[in-house]
């Protein structure tokens, strides 16, 4: 990059979001929306992290009850309102793929479908809707599913989204409200005035902000190192299988029971679990692996070929369709899987909303909701205090 | 499943291929030659397929005897056990696996038998990658009508039918290849109604040292120009076709002249009937490969991605060699050349005695290098090609994604690469993976965002984890260098 003159920027703008994937996209356009002005910068392209290498989860079914199950929910609801907006002649939810499909959980083994059933009643409690559907009656949810299952659960409320289209349209809509978008502008620092984050430096300007807010995803780490914070946001590596475009076969989002407990495992070894789902394109999506290799951009096919496996035990009308190409990212995961959200108390006027781990397109929402109540000093909806950045304790080795 | 296990792999059978795959067995090194293609020759030395009737390819074939006589001493190899021959063979996977790498390919010359035979893993300690290049096309209006081929289509189907590929034809674009495509129509009885070249030789006059370099090369052209003398055919320079013209089918074109500017020059529009439109752009090396290994790359004079190699045609990774069209698009003879640097470097690093005459060789190559350098800045894609595409102009055919979307995936939704157009509009995403459409993509995203097309933009559509599409039962089944059950971590 030739040297550009550093510019002091003219304007302050009251919250600089650092990250212009979906979280960052979602909290400057509910920043707009409560008033704030807002600039967004990223050192890559719009959703160019994690965001465009994700399916598009709005899940609760795989959410144990706790604070990721109660900012679910939040997140959920919002999801669900913002599918109404008008937009371009249609609406929000229309142009950013949103189907409220629901999601089919099914178990092979009766232990495992004892599970569910015990998670699904504490769900319930919290305001989940979860039906039980026994074995013979699973054909009538999905024709083409194999019959060697026990039964399962479905799940109205699990949604779909196009990520990368609800970043764009979101970060779109923040623009329009007057905010600006910076993209291949690197955050090189912080300004400070004494303790206090009063704005960014990129490698082309400072920008002064009244507050700023951490939501670069899987780099959220490096982004509060140079505010002197640590965040110990790690990468979790990721596949997803895409198919040739299909007629309609597969009309919920399906995965197996053991899902919830790999999204919950501290294995750093390739764990994958069947999640198979369609999409508006026809295209067949199936995740989903993980494994902690650090930011290993080789191809892994034992991760490849488990997909795939898993893929064709779950749906064995799959076995001869094509696969197209693989998607690779890098979900940002935190030690206790629970994200970042709030006002960072070691470096007053930093903000965070990051380390959502495999879950970050769906609670995007929500966390833009808290965040936005957090920086203008209404009580947010549910408590922050789990989510809070210092809960990590001192330095580890990294 | 099969396994082979060899000391080199070379990848693809054309020119660059062949003449890795000889110069490396013929230094004592046992070679394995992966291909596509079901008969050797890549796209450059296609042969006829059997039964295909009467034909002298030695008429169509520009260097026919070199490929025969190396195609036969390769065969003679293959006897011995030297060699290995794996045709129809389509490689979706190279890993590396220990000090070796793993190609891991399926058979089937249409994606859709992919699944049907077993797969084929071949174990090699080095390997060459010669992957070659593909046609590179652009849209324009109407080119998605029947009866608009590619010149390489065209010329495909000529060589490898012998179907003549329309009674009245006009072959455009631009290069010299447009002169052989249109010469070998003509000799097989199409009508050639014209050839539309955007650019003209005369340009060459800025190059005098490359074209003095290789005077073969210019050699070879005149000969082409004088056979289309003979044939009628007139070469308009520096014409463009600015539309395909017909409702169900192509039924003629609409050409224009084009000023010192590069615009349109007014009064010059005019129809020419025809059946077939060839058009060809150069061509897009083929890079997938390369990518999945992590070779670095960099964009050629021709705006191509290319492989980055040394002077003993090795890539950024160890191990790795690279010839041909993927380091650059030359042409079949500076294929050759860097084919046979490459397969005697690796053949050295198997502790062969391959050190044969290396220094005409890459004076050879240094000649054909200036030469193609020289062809690219003579022959450019006028400005006017892309600019004529209005918003309703497709230029995704699997995914319907017309020149609209891409412009307002870069103006409303701010995409400022062509990944990112490619995530937000679909271009590219389907069956062909951007194939086709890809440099298109690039090229537009690049206009609308203000600037030239750089490596990212190309990196989107060559960078995939499967190069080829593997049906879901085959990706499933265990490999070679793996436990059947192992969970791989």
Same mark, same amino acid.
């Given at each position: 990059?030739?040297?550009?003159p550093?510019?002091?920027g003219?304007?302050?703008s009251?919250?600089?979001?650092?990250?212009a994937?979906?979280?960052?996209?979602?909290?400057?356009?509910?920043?707009?929306?409560?008033?704030?002005?807002?600039?967004?910068?990223?050192?890559?392209?719009?959703?160019?992290?994690?965001?465009g290498a994700?399916?598009g989860?709005i899940?609760?079914?795989d959410?144990?009850?706790?604070?990721e199950?109660?900012l679910a929910?939040?997140?959920?609801?919002?999801w669900?309102?913002?599918?109404?907006?008008?937009?371009?002649d249609?609406?929000?939810?229309?142009?950013?793929?949103?189907?409220?499909?629901?999601?089919?959980?099914?178990a092979?083994?009766?232990?495992?479908?004892?599970?569910?059933?015990?998670?699904?009643?504490?769900?319930?409690?919290?305001?989940?809707e979860?039906?039980?559907?026994p074995g013979?009656?699973?054909p009538?949810?999905?024709?083409?599913?194999?019959?060697d299952?026990a039964?399962?659960?479905?799940?109205?409320?699990?949604m779909?989204?196009?990520?990368?289209?609800?970043?764009?349209?979101?970060l779109?809509?923040?623009?329009?409200?007057?905010?600006?978008?910076?993209?291949?502008?690197p955050?090189?620092? !912080?300004?400070c005035?004494?303790? &206090?984050v009063?704005g960014?430096?990129?490698?082309?300007?400072?920008i002064?902000?009244?507050a700023?807010?951490?939501a670069a995803?899987t780099w959220?780490g490096?982004?509060?190192?140079l505010?002197g914070?640590?965040?110990?946001?790690?990468?979790?590596r990721g596949y997803?299988?895409?198919?040739?475009?299909l007629?309609?076969?597969?009309?919920?989002?399906?995965?197996?029971a053991?899902?919830?407990?790999?999204?919950?495992?501290?294995?750093?070894?390739?764990?994958?679990?069947t999640?198979?789902?369609?999409?508006?394109?026809?295209?067949?999506?199936?995740?989903?692996s993980?494994?902690?290799?650090?930011?290993?951009r080789?191809?892994?096919?034992p991760?490849?070929?488990?997909?795939?496996?898993g893929?064709?035990?779950?749906?064995?009308?799959?076995?001869d369709?094509?696969?197209?190409?693989?998607?690779?990212? !890098?979900?940002?995961?935190?030690?206790?899987?629970?994200p970042?959200?709030?006002?960072?108390?070691r470096?007053?006027?930093?903000h965070?909303?990051?380390?959502?781990e495999g879950?970050?397109?769906?609670?995007?929402?929500?966390?833009?909701?808290?965040?936005?109540?957090?920086?203008?000093?209404e009580?947010?909806?549910?408590?922050?205090?789990?989510?809070?950045?210092? &809960?990590?304790?001192?330095?580890?080795?990294? | =499943?099969?396994e082979?296990?060899?000391?080199?792999a070379?990848?693809?059978?054309?020119?660059?291929g062949?003449a890795a795959?000889?110069?490396?067995?013929e230094?004592?090194?046992?070679?394995a030659?992966? $291909?596509a293609? #079901?008969?050797?020759?890549?796209?450059?030395?296609?042969?006829?397929?059997?039964?295909?009737?009467p034909?002298?390819?030695?008429?169509?074939? +520009?260097?026919?005897?070199w490929?025969?006589s190396?195609?036969?001493?390769?065969t003679?190899?293959?006897?011995?056990?030297?060699?290995?021959?794996?045709?129809? +063979?389509?490689?979706?996977s190279v890993?590396?696996?220990?000090?070796q790498w793993?190609? +891991?390919?399926?058979?089937g010359?249409?994606?859709?038998q992919?699944?049907? %035979?077993a797969?084929v893993? #071949?174990?090699?300690?080095?390997?060459v990658?010669a992957?070659?290049?593909? $046609?590179?096309?652009l849209?324009f209006p109407?080119?998605?009508?029947?009866?608009?081929?590619t010149?390489?289509?065209?010329?495909?189907?000529l060589?490898?039918?012998?179907?003549?590929?329309?009674?009245?034809?006009?072959?455009?674009g631009?290069?010299?290849?447009?002169?052989?495509?249109?010469?070998?129509?003509?000799?097989h009885?199409?009508r050639?109604?014209?050839?539309?070249?955007?650019?003209?030789?005369?340009?060459?006059?800025?190059f005098?040292?490359?074209?003095?370099? *290789?005077?073969?090369?210019?050699?070879?052209?005149?000969?082409?120009a004088?056979?289309?003398?003979?044939?009628?055919?007139a070469?308009h320079?520096?014409?463009?076709?600015?539309? *395909? @013209?017909?409702?169900?089918?192509?039924?003629g074109?609409l050409v224009?002249?084009?000023?010192?500017?590069?615009?349109?020059?007014?009064?010059?529009?005019?129809?020419?009937?025809c059946?077939?439109l060839?058009?060809?752009?150069?061509?897009?090396?083929?890079l997938?490969?390369?990518?999945?290994?992590?070779?670095?790359?960099?964009l050629?004079v021709?705006? %191509?991605?290319v492989?980055t190699?040394?002077d003993?045609?090795?890539?950024s990774?160890?191990?790795?060699?690279?010839a041909?069209e993927?380091t650059?698009?030359?042409?079949?003879?500076?294929?050759t050349?860097?084919?046979?640097?490459?397969?005697?470097?690796?053949?050295?690093s198997?502790?062969?005695d391959a050190v044969? $005459?290396?220094?005409?060789?890459?004076?050879?190559r240094?000649?054909?290098r200036?030469?193609?350098?020289? =062809?690219?800045?003579?022959?450019?894609?006028p400005d006017?090609?892309?600019?004529r595409? %209005?918003?309703?102009? @497709?230029?995704?055919?699997?995914?319907?994604?017309?020149?609209?979307?891409?412009?307002r995936?870069?103006v409303?939704?701010?995409?400022?690469?062509?990944?990112?157009?490619?995530?937000?509009?679909r271009?590219? =995403?389907g069956?062909?993976?951007g194939?086709?459409?890809?440099?298109?993509?690039?090229?537009?995203?690049?206009?609308?965002?203000?600037?030239?097309?750089?490596?990212?933009d190309?990196r989107?559509f060559?960078?995939?984890?499967i190069?080829?599409?593997?049906?879901l039962?085959?990706? *499933?089944?265990?490999?070679?260098?793996e436990?059947?059950?192992?969970?791989?971590?």
């Amino acid at each position: 990059m030739p040297d550009r003159p550093h510019r002091t920027g003219t304007t302050t703008s009251d919250l600089v979001v650092v990250g212009a994937g979906i979280v960052g996209a979602a909290c400057a356009y509910y920043a707009t929306r409560a008033g704030l002005s807002v600039t967004v910068v990223d050192s890559g392209p719009i959703t160019g992290g994690t965001t465009g290498a994700g399916e598009g989860n709005i899940l609760l079914s795989d959410k144990e009850p706790g604070p990721e199950l109660d900012l679910a929910l939040l997140s959920n609801r919002q999801w669900r309102s913002l599918a109404d907006l008008p937009l371009d002649d249609t609406t929000f939810g229309r142009t950013v793929e949103l189907e409220t499909k629901g999601g089919l959980v099914v178990a092979t083994g009766q232990a495992e479908l004892d599970g569910l059933a015990r998670l699904a009643a504490e769900q319930r409690e919290l305001g989940v809707e979860a039906l039980a559907v026994p074995g013979d009656r699973l054909p009538e949810f999905e024709p083409h599913l194999t019959d060697d299952v026990a039964g399962g659960y479905q799940y109205p409320q699990d949604m779909q989204v196009q990520p990368m289209l609800a970043a764009a349209h979101l970060l779109r809509l923040a623009r329009r409200a007057g905010a600006t978008v910076l993209t291949h502008e690197p955050v090189t620092g !912080f300004l400070c005035d004494g303790e &206090r984050v009063t704005g960014v430096r990129t490698d082309r300007r400072d920008i002064p902000a009244g507050a700023v807010l951490n939501a670069a995803g899987t780099w959220a780490g490096e982004v509060a190192a140079l505010a002197g914070v640590r965040v110990p946001v790690a990468p979790r590596r990721g596949y997803i299988l895409v198919t040739e475009p299909l007629p309609p076969i597969i009309r919920h989002k399906v995965y197996l029971a053991d899902y919830v407990a790999d999204v919950a495992s501290d294995s750093a070894a390739l764990q994958t679990s069947t999640v198979v789902e369609g999409t508006g394109a026809g295209t067949v999506l199936i995740g989903a692996s993980r494994e902690r290799v650090g930011f290993d951009r080789t191809t892994s096919l034992p991760a490849l070929r488990q997909l795939a496996a898993g893929a064709v035990r779950l749906f064995p009308i799959l076995r001869d369709v094509a696969v197209l190409r693989a998607y690779r990212g !890098f979900r940002p995961y935190c030690p206790d899987h629970l994200p970042v959200i709030g006002p960072d108390p070691r470096a007053p006027g930093l903000h965070h909303a990051c380390g959502h781990e495999g879950a970050g397109i769906g609670l995007s929402l929500g966390t833009a909701r808290l965040v936005t109540q957090s920086l203008i000093g209404e009580p947010p909806e549910i408590d922050l205090r789990p989510f809070r950045p210092d &809960r990590f304790g001192p330095e580890v080795s990294r | =499943m099969t396994e082979h296990l060899v000391d080199l792999a070379v990848i693809g059978a054309g020119p660059a291929g062949l003449a890795a795959a000889l110069a490396a067995a013929e230094a004592g090194v046992r070679v394995a030659v992966v $291909d596509a293609g #079901v008969r050797p020759g890549g796209q450059f030395w296609r042969s006829p397929a059997p039964g295909a009737g009467p034909f002298r390819p030695a008429t169509l074939h +520009h260097g026919w005897h070199w490929f025969t006589s190396t195609d036969d001493r390769l065969t003679e190899l293959a006897g011995t056990g030297r060699v290995l021959r794996l045709a129809g +063979h389509h490689v979706w996977s190279v890993q590396a696996a220990g000090d070796q790498w793993a190609v +891991h390919c399926v058979l089937g010359a249409e994606p859709r038998q992919h699944g049907t %035979s077993a797969p084929v893993t #071949v174990h090699a300690r080095r390997l060459v990658l010669a992957t070659g290049a593909y $046609d590179r096309q652009l849209p324009f209006p109407g080119w998605d009508l029947p009866g608009v081929i590619t010149a390489g289509g065209a010329q495909a189907l000529l060589k490898g039918n012998l179907v003549v590929a329309g009674q009245r034809v006009i072959v455009a674009g631009t290069g010299p290849f447009l002169l052989p495509v249109a010469d070998g129509l003509a000799r097989h009885g199409a009508r050639v109604a014209a050839v539309i070249e955007a650019n003209s030789p005369l340009g060459f006059a800025r190059f005098p040292g490359a074209v003095l370099g *290789a005077t073969g090369k210019l050699g070879e052209a005149t000969g082409y120009a004088g056979r289309l003398l003979r044939h009628r055919v007139a070469v308009h320079h520096r014409h463009v076709v600015l539309g *395909a @013209l017909g409702t169900d089918r192509l039924t003629g074109v609409l050409v224009g002249r084009l000023d010192r500017n590069g615009r349109v020059r007014a009064g010059t529009e005019r129809q020419i009937d025809c059946d077939v439109l060839a058009v060809g752009w150069g061509f897009t090396p083929q890079l997938e490969l390369p990518l999945q290994l992590g070779c670095a790359t960099h964009l050629d004079v021709d705006k %191509s991605l290319v492989v980055t190699v040394d002077d003993d045609q090795a890539t950024s990774v160890a191990g790795v060699w690279a010839a041909g069209e993927a380091t650059g698009v030359g042409g079949a003879d500076l294929a050759t050349v860097e084919g046979r640097i490459a397969g005697l470097a690796a053949a050295a690093s198997l502790g062969a005695d391959a050190v044969a $005459d290396g220094r005409p060789l890459r004076r050879r190559r240094s000649s054909l290098r200036g030469f193609a350098s020289a =062809m690219h800045q003579v022959y450019p894609i006028p400005d006017i090609v892309l600019e004529r595409c %209005s918003d309703e102009t @497709l230029v995704c055919r699997c995914e319907e994604v017309d020149a609209g979307s891409i412009r307002r995936a870069v103006v409303d939704l701010g995409a400022t690469e062509a990944r990112t157009v490619k995530l937000l509009a679909r271009p590219g =995403m389907g069956w062909c993976q951007g194939r086709v459409c890809g440099f298109a993509t690039a090229c537009l995203t690049a206009r609308h965002t203000g600037r030239a097309v750089a490596e990212p933009d190309l990196r989107a559509f060559a960078d995939r984890s499967i190069a080829t599409p593997v049906p879901l039962g085959r990706l *499933a089944a265990p490999l070679a260098d793996e436990q059947p059950d192992g969970d791989g971590g």
